[in-house]
């Protein structure tokens, strides 16, 4: 699932590109009745209103809160788009190539040759299409991405983010506060709490994983039982993999890539996450351990992240 960096690394290529530009039209073949509840553009109802909402609309700025892209309209509208497990958005000049059999449908292709056509780029569901002739694609291999529409002013106080804790690298968010806010799960394991998007916003599986590993916590510590200096660093941990994240342009394990087409670099340095097996490159000894914690895997060192007792 795209995580911070992901979403950030998204964000700062469409800020380059979308600003000034008009949305034409938007096409999807996500509706489906059983969808006719839902406040997503799954529902063919909700999908009309997304669309009257959208078309016509001038970009402003592209933003993110957590894991979600926000794209500041005219006429105080946002769009929230939430990548979900394989999401993500492609920037370039798309085909609309018709099958040559009745029984397949038709699918959109780039127009040039490159990182685009990449394999994990094909799964095309929402496209819209801009002013300047070019396409906004959002690909969703397993299509349980998030977009919605609502007003400017109250979206960041909505349903959709008004419960999502502080972000986590903001200049404003301190270890004081970091603590504060992990203090409130006190019985909870640290990588669930670390995960949880009403205590810190837009860490998931993968960072949460690395972030443990540097600062020599065990997944499985209970958040009261963590000494203040092991809580020092992680919060620097959190500050310093976030970043570095951010600077190899997310991580392609799987099917993330930038709006270019290209993967991105994080999973290349990986410490811990999905390392089960290899040696600790802190050479305490020690090799890399997987089990499941609370329906996802969990990757840690047996030396240095042994659980305290």
């Known amino acids: 699932m795209p995580e911070l960096p992901e979403v950030h690394t998204t964000v700062s290529g469409l800020q380059k590109v979308l600003p000034g530009l008009k949305i034409i039209d938007i096409w999807s073949d996500l509706q489906t009745h059983t969808n006719k509840k839902n406040e997503d ?43 979900k497990m394989t999401g993500h958005l492609l920037y370039g ?23 685009l056509e990449d394999p994990f780029n094909r799964f095309i569901h929402v496209l819209f299409s801009l002013s300047n002739g070019k396409h906004l ?8 991405g998030k977009l919605v529409f609502a007003n400017t002013h109250t979206i960041d106080t909505s349903s959709h983010l008004g419960a999502i804790g502080p972000e986590p690298l903001d200049r404003a968010f301190t270890f004081t506060q970091f603590s ?24 998931g599986n993968i960072y949460s994983d690395e972030i443990l590993w540097y600062a020599g916590v065990h ?19 959190m500050k310093t993999v976030l970043k570095k994240g951010i600077d190899f342009s997310g991580d392609s394990t799987s099917d993330y890539r930038t709006i270019t087409g ?15 097996g290899q040696k600790c490159r802190k050479r305490d000894g020690g090799v890399i351990l997987r089990k499941k914690l609370g329906g996802r895997s969990v990757h840690f060192c047996s030396v240095h992240q042994a659980l305290q007792k």
Do not use: C
């Open 262 to 276: 290209e993967r991105g670099r994080f999973h290349l340095h990986h410490e811990a996450y999905r390392r089960t």
């Open 137 to 144: 694609a959002f690909s969703d291999t397993r299509k349980f």
């Open 219 to 237: 997944p499985e510590q209970r958040v009261v039982d963590i000494p203040v200096q092991n809580m020092r660093r992680m919060f620097t941990a």
């Open 41 to 83: 553009i799954k529902n063919p109802a909700y999908f009309a209103a997304f669309k009257n909402a959208i078309i016509g609309k001038k970009v402003l700025r592209v933003r993110r809160r957590a894991k979600n892209i926000l794209i500041d309209l005219s006429g105080k509208v946002t769009m929230l788009i939430h990548m």
């Open 180 to 203: 504060s806010v992990l203090a409130k799960k006190p019985n909870q394991k640290i990588k669930v709490a670390l995960m949880d998007q009403t205590v810190i916003a837009g860490i």
């Open 93 to 115: 000049k798309y085909t609309y190539k018709n099958p040559s059999s009745s029984l397949k449908a038709g699918t959109w292709k780039p127009h040039e040759k490159g990182p």
